[in-house]
């Protein structure tokens, strides 16, 4: 066996990594033959020319990684490699050709009515830098360790206080469970329940995340029906579930609001049945007429209510904070679950620290008040711009609150064309059949338009084009 | 009827909101009684000698959560309320007092060989700042929207240099998929490998979470135990399983590096049974005596291996960065997955460009370089102390690696006993016991001890402490 590496002095790899990679390589090609015994350290260092160490440590490195065995008396002796790499290939490319494209568009558009993109212009930029970099420092440095798996305790005490006062939501910071975001909360949530029924009813048409996680653990999805005020109670009987999710305080997509009645029958419906009711409160501090819609979860003493909320419309999705307020009578089930699992926060503390700041510090608040100020006069000017443009051509479906109203419209083209009219002219809105367990049979052409994210100046002028080139047969070309 | 509400006109809260509380109370409370018609918007204004604009408010928001119905010609009337508050109860405190011990223990010890800690007081706090408020700006404020799903493409990059530079992973950038922490992307890959079988072969003794993980969706967990050089290639046939998981790099609990020829046994029973590898690489740049051992995904051009890893060993928990790397067979899977979920990204977005920053910066090579370095002695003073303390009377399993060893220690008292002793002296360390997907018959008194947290000073005087109330009967006091 002739062992000639070329090893360069001068090179910034050390010598004993480019003797390791020289044998490596070696015995892969089979040019080192198994079993066969390679020279001793001291040796190969003087046919070499070079100290001992730098041998020894290559030789070392062979042995941990099992390419060499270290055999008393004997010396170092090449392992048997199982079919070696011939039959699997060796090495490859370093970087596999896979391209694909992204799961999402990313195409700009000139009037962007993004469902549910928020107005950052207004974001509090420099606190929450200013915040951020006060949870980040050498003298609490342990903030950087895993923290509690619930979620951090002082923010959870700023949401139990921040709900009651701008959701009317009562709990003790202990029901509070903070997670990134909503698929992996709905996840921890549907094994809470899963030992209370696998059946879960949903809103139909309603957000469609939260059916799919639930199918994902094993549940059967049973839509439930819409009336005018909301979900169809008598339907919610018949279906026989004992849990069901529903949007009170602003139906989604729909935007009715569930009134006071239809509350209380639900509750009761759910002490009939000893079921749980899951209020996702998506969008709930805005409301731009009128005061917010006070939570269901807050209405009566209930064991049953699931509360669902979260900052990325008040804040920001980038933060990836949200939260679920369980009743009580979930938190042991929480608790076995993290036992059986021992699974960690999902949610960056320093996040979690900086916005229990923003919070203490009475920043949240202020934010949210200007922020539907701002909200409400879009909202405003959509609506009126609709009205002027459309006329009787179109119906707005739900308003007054969150970031989206629907349109519905009375148009010879199909919802495709639609759509695709709408792209060309650089406008985007997005169809709301998605929304729909199951796809009703007639075509209902109704759109999701979302004011938050768009300038508002370009709003009446994206109304203006969405108009015409549905109706007037100007393409803009 | 007789309204009687007392208006303060100094208050801080809106004249309509003090009405609409004193109405709403009134007919919550049965005074106001069901399907009575309410004052005129103006009688009502002139009786109370105010403007009508508070009262219209009062009215409208009444009517919008359905206490109030308005009639054509016959004004506003009460709704009737089914079964009223009366049976549920209504209001109740605003905070339940729920409370109990949080889910993790969080004494102080004065010895912390706690199993995963980070040894934090290196973090480069001034760089990661900077790099987080660069990251934080109004100029590209469209970084506080949602992002791509699969994490940013620009870190994905990143990533996929480093693990080929550090790791001899070979990835494209859409073979990679972030997440905020493990559980969350166990599910995801448990979800994506559903359709190839519900079974799942684990090393015995591992890591609890990816078993309990896949056990929460469904999947039969079957343990396969582990030979000097890793898990047992023979009882993986038998076992008839066609996904694995391993830890070749280094084995937790155990610490023993899976040898060239197992690793290629590994990758050609995965060929064989047409299978799947997952490699966990949670710790496999540290490494202390010789070189990382290089990645099993790296080693043939195989798409059988799924590679996790992540950044909380690397930099730190708090930052809540981990990823997967797929084989391009599963990427398709992931697509639909997205496609049926829409879930969202939940690792936030600030953080992964700061970290992208970071790395592209050079700035993540230097700091494992340098931590390497530091954790090597911790390791090194850890193991001289226990030979000098212990000598015969524990063994060291697993070593030149990672953040812990085990501790095998010869002593008549049971496991629980020498854990109390160990606190009791104000030592952190934890049984192994629950490493062991079924509890071995016979105790066997093995602990993990962290040595990556720890001050360098500390690791001495704790370990002889140890030595002293485990074996002399000096119990400190």
């Not at 809470?192 to 696998?198: D, G, P, T, V, Y």
């Not at 049973?222 to 069901?244: F, K, N, T, W």
């Not at 409160?281 to 209405?299: A, V």
């Not at 503390?349 to 008040?369: A, D, I, S």
Request: hydrophobic residues 35%; aromatic residues 10%.
């Amino acid at each position: 066996m002739l062992l000639l590496p070329k090893l360069d002095h001068h090179s910034e790899i050390p010598m004993y990594v480019q003797l390791y990679d020289y044998l490596k390589n070696e015995i892969v090609a089979g040019r080192i033959p198994e079993q066969s015994r390679v020279p001793s350290v001291r040796k190969l260092a003087d046919f070499l020319g070079i100290s001992t160490t730098p041998v020894e440590l290559a030789y070392n490195q062979l042995v941990a990684e099992g390419f060499l065995v270290s055999r008393p008396r004997s010396g170092y002796v090449v392992h048997s490699l199982p079919d070696p790499y011939g039959k699997l290939g060796s090495g490859g490319p370093p970087f596999a050709k896979v391209r694909r494209s992204p799961l999402r568009d990313e195409k700009e558009f000139a009037y962007d009515f993004h469902l549910s993109k928020n107005d950052f212009s207004h974001f509090p930029f420099q606190i929450w830098r200013r915040l951020y970099n006060e949870s980040l420092k050498e003298e609490q440095k342990q903030l950087l360790f895993y923290g509690d798996p619930q979620g951090e305790a002082g923010l959870r005490q700023e949401i139990a206080a921040y709900l009651y006062q701008f959701r009317g939501v009562k709990s003790a910071p202990d029901q509070i469970v903070i997670g990134a975001e909503q698929h992996q909360l709905l996840s921890i949530l549907s094994l809470l329940l899963r030992e209370h029924s696998l059946r879960i009813g949903v809103e139909n048409p309603g957000y469609p995340l939260l059916p799919s996680t639930f199918r994902q653990h094993g549940y059967e999805v049973v839509p439930i029906s819409l009336a005018e005020d909301g979900i169809q109670i008598g339907e919610l009987y018949e279906s026989g579930v004992r849990i069901v999710s529903v949007t009170p305080s602003h139906q989604f997509p729909r935007g009715m609001i569930m009134p006071i009645a239809k509350r209380l029958q639900l509750l009761e419906w759910a002490n009939d049945v000893n079921g749980f009711i899951i209020e996702d409160d998506y969008d709930g501090e805005f409301r731009y007429h009128g005061r917010p819609i006070p939570s269901l979860q807050g209405l009566v003493p209930s064991s049953r209510v699931v509360y669902l909320g979260g900052f990325s419309q008040v804040l920001a999705p980038a933060l990836c904070i949200h939260y679920l307020v369980l009743p009580e009578s979930l938190i042991d089930w929480y608790d076995q679950l993290y036992d059986q699992t021992l699974f960690e926060q999902a949610s960056s503390r320093l996040h979690q620290r900086t916005l229990q700041l923003f919070m203490e510090r009475g920043y949240l608040g202020k934010h949210v008040r200007k922020m539907r100020n701002l909200y409400r006069k879009k909202h405003d000017v959509l609506i009126r711009s609709i009205q002027e443009h459309f006329r009787e051509k179109a119906e707005i479906i739900g308003r007054d609150a969150g970031f989206h109203l629907l349109l519905r419209v009375n148009s010879p083209y199909s919802e495709k064309e639609l759509l695709q009219l709408a792209r060309g002219a650089g406008i985007r809105i997005s169809s709301a059949t998605y929304t729909w367990l199951h796809s009703p049979v007639q075509e209902r052409k109704e759109f999701l338009l979302g004011f938050g994210g768009i300038e508002i100046d370009r709003i009446e002028e994206g109304i203006k084009r969405l108009k015409e080139v549905w109706f007037d047969g100007n393409d803009g070309s």
